[in-house]
C-alpha cells in the first residue's frame, strides 16, 4: 500500500547541533509539506515543494531548509537546532491537481 | 485576525447526539475546504472535503458550506465516544496549494 513514512520517530538533540528530519512517501504525490505543530500555535507551514528541485518558504522558515532531489523525499533540515525548534513535524504530501494532503506519522523533536 | 478560526471547546456531547463544529475563514476567494481529525499523539487524518455550496454528506459525516458568509461546518450525528479528538478545519485560498489550518476544536463525547 502507498503510504508516508517520517524517520526518525522520536528524537533528541542539542541546541546547535544540525539535525534532518526525513519524510518519504511511496504515492508518486508531486506535493510535499513540512508543518509543525505547537500548543497555542496549531500546524504552521515551514516549507514546500511542488516538484523535484522546487521549493518554497512557508510562514515559518526560518532556521529550516529543504531540498527536494525526487519525487519520492522532501528531507528537512534544522541548520543548529534551537529549543525554539521543540516540536512535533508532520510531513504531508498531496497530488497536482487535488489539494488533499496526507500526514505522515511525525516526528516528535526535543531541542535541549 | 487569523485567516481561519474555530472555537478550541472542549466541546461536550453525550453519545448518540450531533455534535456540530464550526469554522469561518477570512479568504473571500477560498476554494477547498476540508476537515481533518486528529486523535492525542498521532498525525491528522482527512474525514471531509467539500468545495462547492450546500452539504456533503459521508456515512455519520456531514460538511456544510457556504461561501457567502464564510463558514463551514461539521455535523457529526450519532457521536461515539471514538468521535472524541480534536478537529481541524483547513481550507485553501485562492492562490496555490497551501493549506491553511485553525486552531481545531477539541470534541469530547461522553457515554
Known amino acids: 500500500d502507498a503510504e508516508i513514512t517520517q524517520s526518525p520517530r522520536h528524537k533528541i538533540t542539542e541546541t546547535g547541533r544540525q539535525v534532518t528530519l526525513a519524510c518519504h512517501q511511496t504515492w508518486n504525490h508531486n506535493n510535499m509539506f513540512w508543518y509543525r505543530q505547537d500548543l497555542g500555535h496549531g500546524l504552521r507551514l515551514i516549507h514546500y515543494s511542488y516538484g523535484v528541485q522546487d521549493t518554497n518558504k512557508g510562514e515559518v522558515s526560518d532556521g529550516y531548509s529543504v531540498s527536494r532531489s525526487n519525487t519520492e523525499d522532501l528531507p528537512l533540515t534544522l541548520e543548529s537546532a534551537a529549543s525554539s525548534q521543540t516540536s512535533v513535524y508532520f510531513c504531508?504530501?498531496?497530488?497536482?491537481?487535488?489539494?488533499?494532503?496526507?500526514f505522515g506519522p511525525g516526528t516528535r523533536l526535543t531541542v535541549l | 485576525q487569523k485567516e481561519v478560526e474555530q472555537n478550541s471547546g472542549p466541546l461536550s456531547v453525550p453519545e448518540g447526539a450531533i455534535a456540530s463544529l464550526n469554522c469561518t475563514y477570512s479568504d473571500r476567494g477560498s476554494q477547498s475546504f476540508f476537515w481533518y481529525r486528529q486523535y492525542s499523539g498521532k498525525s491528522p487524518e482527512l474525514i471531509m472535503s467539500i468545495y462547492s455550496n450546500g452539504d456533503k454528506e459521508d456515512g455519520r459525516f456531514t460538511a456544510q458550506l457556504n461561501k457567502a458568509s464564510q463558514y463551514v461546518s461539521l455535523l457529526i450525528r450519532d457521536s461515539q465516544p471514538s468521535d472524541s479528538a480534536t478537529y481541524l478545519c483547513?481550507?485553501?485560498?485562492?492562490?496555490?496549494?497551501?493549506?491553511?489550518f485553525g486552531g481545531g476544536t477539541r470534541l469530547m463525547v461522553k457515554p
Open positions: 504531508a504530501s498531496s497530488t497536482a491537481i487535488r489539494r488533499e494532503q496526507f
Open positions: 483547513a481550507v485553501v485560498g485562492n492562490a496555490g496549494n497551501m493549506l491553511t
